[in-house]
Nanobody, 124 residues
Framework: QVRLVESGGGLVQAGGSLRLSCAASGRTFNSNPMAWFRQVPGKEREFVAAINWNGGSTYYADSVKDRFIISREHAKHTVYLQINSLKPADTAVYHC?????????????????WGQGTQVTVSS
């Protein structure tokens, strides 16, 4: 069974940091671009960050630029999202996703596989 499994979420005070992980099982996504999205109830899924297949190119939403860092480790089949200087507005379920497109992507509709998500809650 092909799965993407996120972990690392939790409750943190504003200004704090977390590192989210997204581990692939059942197949490798090392040749695929990957991305993180987040969603709050009643709102559409929002793009956060993306990385190309070899980690050489990254792209961020303006709202998280300079605070979030996406990376990947092929040996562990894992993509990470380091989130710093957290704000209450960052509270959401964070999902990782893979795509079969080339290059790098930010449109959720281009995702072929999704994880179930990990909850990040930032208290003020």
């Amino acid at each position: 069974q092909v799965r993407l499994v996120e972990s690392g979420g939790g409750l943190v005070q504003a200004g704090g940091s977390l590192r989210l992980s997204c581990a692939a099982s059942g197949r490798t996504f090392n040749s695929n671009p990957m991305a993180w999205f987040r969603q709050v109830p009643g709102k559409e899924r929002e793009f956060v960050a993306a990385i190309n297949w070899n980690g050489g190119s990254t792209y961020y939403a303006d709202s998280v630029k300079d605070r979030f860092i996406i990376s990947r480790e092929h040996a562990k089949h894992t993509v990470y999202l380091q989130i710093n200087s957290l704000k209450p507005a960052d509270t959401a379920v964070y999902h990782c996703a893979a795509s079969t497109c080339t290059g790098i992507y930010s449109n959720a509709s281009q995702s072929s596989n999704w994880g179930q998500g990990t909850q990040v809650t930032v208290s003020s």
